[in-house]
């Protein structure tokens, strides 16, 4: 059983489209920020694509190559099938795995040297593939490490929980911007943390509706300190929300 993925999730996802308009549209207004690539043959590896529910056709069509991998054995014939047509028009290369492309990342790493490469909704995940928490941070932290030196981005899951907020409510929270802050320290004290938080973060969690306590994915120290962070709500289902947080990453 695939605790993030599987027929359960395309299900899900293709039901929701509708009240996942917004949320999709804010990924791909950051998706269209991504870093520049100084070569002539452009390429995207996603990890975690499934069947790319999130994002825009239109976005991939701007690669020559496009490489997904997912654990899901129905994340590559449903990719093709809502992908491929306008991959095709654009003549862009599609390629889809179905493999574990984080156990063997280096493996991916060296195979695509020059690709962008997108974690796309996957590393906030990693704390249900994972037996304990702390492994799954590590886990998290080994990755990010070996990302130094390439162009790469991830969206992800900061938190999730329950809402007062319905699905598709007309006010939906608007997508806001912080910079990703340094890692604290052990001198530095969670009162004065939150303090220097940016007002449209605590506006965001406001309008978030928040009920109960929140789980954490563990991704907090997924992007180095200073990159641009896009925060984005996500209503996953009636009365259950997730953060979502979106960074790229530039050598
Ligand atoms: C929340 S879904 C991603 C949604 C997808 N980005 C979309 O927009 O449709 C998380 C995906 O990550 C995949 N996944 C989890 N661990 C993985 C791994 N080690 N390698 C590849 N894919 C993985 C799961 O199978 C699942 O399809």
Redo the contacts with the bound molecule.
Sequence with gaps: M?P???LF?HLH?WRHQAQWTATCADIAQWLGQMPPSKDTHSELVI?????????PSSWLQGFQTVTT????RW?APLFRLRHGAALRASNTALQCNT?????DLDAVLQAHPRALVLF???LG??RF?TPSVDEASRRIDTITARMHGRRWGSVHDAFSGRTQRRAGSASAPIMQRSVQAPAPTSAASQPAQSATRPVELGRFSRQLHAQGEWLDHLTDHVFPAGTPVHHIAWPFSPGYCHWLQAGWISP
């Design positions: 695939n993030s993925g599987g999730w996802a990890v975690g694509a499934s069947a790319g529910w999130m994002m991998f997912d654990l899901d994340a493999a574990d492309a984080l156990t796309d909704n996957v995940q990693l593939h």
